[in-house]
């Protein structure tokens, strides 16, 4: 059942352009912060519970894309969530701090 308005009534080709284009923006939103973590290797602002949260919630939009058969919704999740899980990998490998020291040592 579709919900949509009568007045916002769209073809199918439409709603898959729609989702191609939300999925392009969102994606790609997010590739500079990607690359920035890549290159410099700096995971200190990035919350360990946030992102596995984050990275759980991707691998489900994929699922849900890959059980409606959506195009848009299943190429953007599956390049985010390998996006994602190799910023995550490198907060697991980069984000852990050294012993602290003792004073005079």
């Known amino acids: 059942m579709n919900a949509m308005p009568e007045w916002l009534s ?3 080709l439409a709603i898959e352009w729609i989702g191609g284009v939300a999925a392009a923006l969102t994606t790609g939103s997010f590739i ?3 690359w920035l973590t890549f290159r410099t290797r700096d995971v200190s602002g990035i919350s360990l519970g946030m992102y596995s949260c984050f990275t759980t919630g991707v691998a489900l939009w994929l699922v849900y894309g890959l059980s409606i058969g959506s195009v848009p ?3 953007a999740n599956c390049v985010t ?3 994602a899980l190799a ?3 490198m907060k697991l ?3 852990r701090r050294p012993a ?3 004073p005079g040592a």
Do not use: K, M
Request: aromatic content about 4%; overall charge neutral; glycine content about 10%.
């Open 100 to 102: 602290a020291r003792e």
């Open 10 to 12: 769209l073809s199918p």
């Open 73 to 75: 919704v299943t190429v």
């Open 81 to 83: 969530l390998s996006l």
């Open 87 to 89: 910023i995550l990998g």
């Open 93 to 95: 490998h980069y984000g």
């Open 32 to 34: 500079p912060q990607a």
